[in-house]
Structures are given as structure tokens and as C-alpha cells.
């Protein structure tokens, strides 16, 4: 797919005197939410002669009603949403690269910026990522007097104990969700080098194992995420995989019970969640000084202090920018978010939608292997033909 657009056209941010409207449409709630509110007030502070209203938009809709409203010339200046909802933004061409003199990418972790970079252009700010992790209730592990019991366990064989001893464990089961474990088998999709190169011989293995797992008593399988969200809040699970956007609930629920580890490996190595990054667009109707104000808005709340002060504020998300360097004693959950950033894999934006498309299908597929309508191995060889075709 060959998309042309014109890149953001604006002089040197150093030589003029910031000043104008700008609004910004996202989706953050609870926690993030007030932190993107406290760095506004503060950028207007910093600059009185900007003005920049934020508004709030459902999670549901974004960015169809930036679509929808951008189609007929009312778009806001900027929008804030995930990576992968790119797509349709590049197709419409209703954002416009932004000029590469005017960011230094050398700021921004190399993961982050592959769900940003689109044919060699640059199209938006990563402005911090989220991945799965290990949550579990400290409380419920302290009630044994094994010290191997009473700390999380670093590989899948342990986390199979752990149920047997009575230990429940929560699992989201959909393709998506499960990705993570791909990696423990050696399994992967593509490449370092953001080409696709599956090897799903780690797959079957995985699913192999989610099936042995399923049928121990103490593992709770479930398509709906919001179940054991609400079962490990009240709870009533000592361990769940868990969405790092989740932290911020747990810790105010469960207080210093809450914890997180890293998520376990196999005997294929670590394993492989996804990193899902937002990032922050630029209408492609925008004036000279919108795109001005919002790329030196985009920068600043991606700066080094403003990270840092996110995350002591949440503990729920990975700084974009390379240089934030968190002091990992004081702050323990961003220490594992950190280490478990190492191992995720970032879908590239090059490859979006042709991921995106094989997770649809990989769905199916995992449903179908799971409760045994099809075998692990002829989910895998369904899997590769789909593969195969993008490939050739």
C-alpha cells in the first residue's frame, strides 16, 4: 500500500514565541488521565500564551470519531490513541508525517518508534507503552510457611505447582492475550528486524500446555477480561496475567498486597507479551502553528522529568524516551514493567495491518485448538498458510 503525504510544514521551534489553541482528544482514564491534566497545566504555564483544551472521548470511539469528525473539517488539532488503531488514520490520510529535523528519534526506545514509523516517515510521538505482566496477591502467598510457595514462580513448571497447591491462577484465553507464552516455546512471529519469520512450532507447544493447564482445578480460564479484573480485585485469585493499564485498580484496592513479577519462562526461554504504545497524532488539516504547538507539547510531556513524574504517579507504564532511568528500589513495579519491556514484542506499524489480520484468524484458530475441535498442530499448519501468503 503506497500512501503519499505531505510533511509537516513549520519553522524552527527554538526561534518563535509559542502561542495559540490547541485541542487534544484521548481516551486515558483514572490516574493517567490526571497525570496528561497536571502536564497541561504545567506546558501552559511554561508557555501562557498557548491555550490547550483537552477532551475526552470513549475508548470505543477513538479514533472513528476522529475519523468521522477530521472527514468533515472538524477534527481536533491532535489526538491521542493506540498504535494500532493507526491504520485507518494512514489510509484516510488524515495525519501527516511529522518532519524528521523536527523530532530527535534517538530519544525514543527503538520499539516504540517501530509503531510510529510507516515507509521510512515518522507519523506520531510515542508517548509511553503498556505489556502484560505477572499480578498476584501477596497476601494470599504469605498464608504458607514454604518459602517457595510464598514467592511467585519464575517458570511455567511452577506456576502448574502453584495451582495444585491451591493457588489460583486467572488467565484471559484468546490468541491475543496468550502471545506471551509463544516465546517460552521459541515461537515467534517475525523477527528483530520487524520481517515476518514465524516459527510456530513454539506454538503448538504452548497450546499444548494451556490445554494441560486448563484441566488443572486451581487455573480459571476466560474470554472475558472484566471477570478476572473483578476476581482478582475482590481477592479471589492469587495470581492473574495482567494488562499493566490494570495496575493503577489493584494498587488501590489491594494496597501493598498488590505485586507484580515477571511473567514466568519455559523451556524455550523468556517470554514474549506485546507492547502496546500511545502515541499522539496530528490532524493533517492542522495550521503551520497547530502542528508547532502540538509537536512541542508531544516532546515535552515526553521529556525525561515529565516520564519520570508518570510513572512514580502510576507505576503502570514503560517511558518511551531512553533516557528516563527510574530509581528501580523505590519504585518496584516499574522495575519489573522495565525488565518485562526487554523481552515484549512490539507489533511494527509497517506490518500492522497485515498482523492484525493474522491475530483475527490466529483467534479462531486458538479457540477452535483449545476446546478441541482442531488438533495444536493443524492450528500451527492453518497459521503458516496465512503467513506464507503475506510472505510471498
Not at 131 to 136: A, G, S
Request: aromatic share 10%; net charge neutral; glycine share 6%.
Amino acid at each position: 500500500m503506497l500512501i503519499k503525504f505531505a510533511l509537516i510544514n513549520q519553522v524552527n521551534l527554538s526561534s518563535t514565541q509559542l502561542q495559540g489553541n490547541l485541542l487534544i482528544w484521548h481516551s486515558t482514564e483514572g490516574k493517567v488521565a490526571n497525570m496528561l491534566t497536571t502536564a497541561v497545566e504545567k506546558f501552559k504555564e511554561l508557555k501562557p500564551e498557548v491555550n490547550i483544551l483537552i477532551q475526552s472521548i470513549p475508548q470505543q470511539k477513538n479514533p472513528s470519531f476522529f475519523i468521522e469528525k477530521s472527514e468533515a473539517g472538524f477534527g481536533s488539532s491532535a489526538l491521542i490513541l493506540y498504535a494500532r488503531n493507526l491504520t485507518e488514520l494512514l489510509k484516510k490520510r488524515l495525519i501527516n508525517p511529522i518532519n524528521s529535523q523536527f523530532i530527535d528519534t534517538s530519544t525514543y526506545s527503538p520499539s516504540a518508534l517501530s509503531q510510529v514509523r510507516y515507509q521510512g516517515k515518522i507519523y506520531g510521538i510515542p508517548l509511553g507503552s503498556n505489556t502484560r505482566v505477572l499480578c498476584y496477591n501477596k497476601a494470599k502467598l504469605d498464608a504458607t510457611k514454604d518459602p517457595i510457595l510464598s514467592t511467585p514462580p519464575t517458570n511455567l513448571d511452577g506456576l502448574i505447582q502453584r495451582a495444585i497447591k491451591g493457588y489460583t491462577v486467572g488467565l484471559v484465553s484468546s490468541f491475543e492475550d496468550t502471545f506471551w507464552g509463544m516465546g517460552t516455546f521459541g515461537g515467534k512471529l517475525f523477527n528483530e528486524f520487524d520481517l515476518l519469520e514465524p516459527n510456530l512450532d513454539g506454538w503448538v507447544k504452548w497450546l499444548d500446555w494451556l490445554k494441560n493447564a486448563s484441566l488443572q482445578p486451581n487455573f480459571i480460564f476466560s474470554r472475558n477480561r472484566n471477570i478476572l479484573h473483578n476476581a482478582f480485585n475482590k481477592g479471589k485469585l492469587a495470581y492473574y496475567v495482567c494488562e499493566s493499564t490494570e495496575i493503577p485498580d489493584f494498587s488501590e484496592s489491594l494496597g501493598d498486597d498488590f505485586r507484580v513479577a515477571l511473567l514466568p519462562e519455559g523451556e524455550g526461554g523468556k517470554a514474549t507479551p506485546l507492547i502496546y504504545t500511545k502515541v499522539i497524532v496530528f490532524n493533517h488539516s492542522n495550521t503551520d502553528n497547530e502542528n508547532r504547538l502540538g509537536l512541542a507539547f508531544g516532546k515535552y510531556i515526553t521529556n525525561p522529568e515529565q516520564q519520570l513524574a508518570g510513572i512514580i504517579k502510576t507505576q503502570s507504564f514503560i517511558p518511551t524516551n531512553r533516557n528516563v532511568n527510574p530509581n528501580v528500589t523505590l519504585l518496584p513495579i516499574e522495575s519489573v514493567l522495565l525488565k518485562q519491556a526487554q523481552s515484549a514484542v512490539a507489533i511494527p506499524l509497517n506490518n500492522l495491518e497485515q498482523i492484525l489480520l493474522i491475530f483475527e484468524q490466529g483467534e479462531t484458530l486458538y479457540q477452535q485448538a483449545f476446546v478441541g475441535e482442531i488438533s495444536t498442530l493443524k492450528a500451527a499448519e492453518e497459521l503458516m498458510l496465512l503467513l506464507n501468503n503475506f510472505s510471498s
